[in-house]
Nanobody, 116 residues
Framework: QVQLVESGGGLVQAGGSLRLSCAAS????????MGWYKEAPGKQRELVAS???????SYADSVKGRFTISRDNAKNTVYLQMNSLKPEDTAVYYC??????????WGQGTQVTVSS
């Protein structure tokens, strides 16, 4: 069973920065696409950013130029650097490990709150 442990959330003022981390318990990390999703109250969970095993990244339009996803395969860890945060970025952020359609795992979530 793969475990994903997120950290780095918190309360920040608009314009500030946070860095989220997600550590995976299994070596399959290096073969997996990793993603960060957010779920705001009353809204569906949506993809924020992803990074493939080969390092190709993808971002939601709303975060392009502000957020950066990266990974460290030696540490089985994926990061999300969030700059120029906006109140609309407020949500619970979830880490996802996707190895195949039947092998996908989620972290417990970390709260990010951006005050105006």
């Amino acid at each position: 069973q793969v475990q994903l442990v997120e950290s780095g959330g918190g309360l920040v003022q608009a314009g500030g920065s946070l860095r989220l981390s997600c550590a995976a318990s299994a070596s399959i990390f290096r073969f997996s696409t990793m993603g960060w999703y957010k779920e705001a109250p009353g809204k569906q969970r949506e993809l924020v950013a992803s990074i493939t095993s080969g390092g190709r990244t993808s971002y939601a339009d709303s975060v392009k130029g502000r957020f950066t996803i990266s990974r460290d395969n030696a540490k089985n860890t994926v990061y999300l650097q969030m700059n120029s945060l906006k109140p609309e970025d407020t949500a619970v952020y979830y880490c996802n490990l996707d190895l195949s359609p039947i092998n996908t795992y989620w972290g417990q979530g970390t709260q990010v709150t951006v005050s105006s």
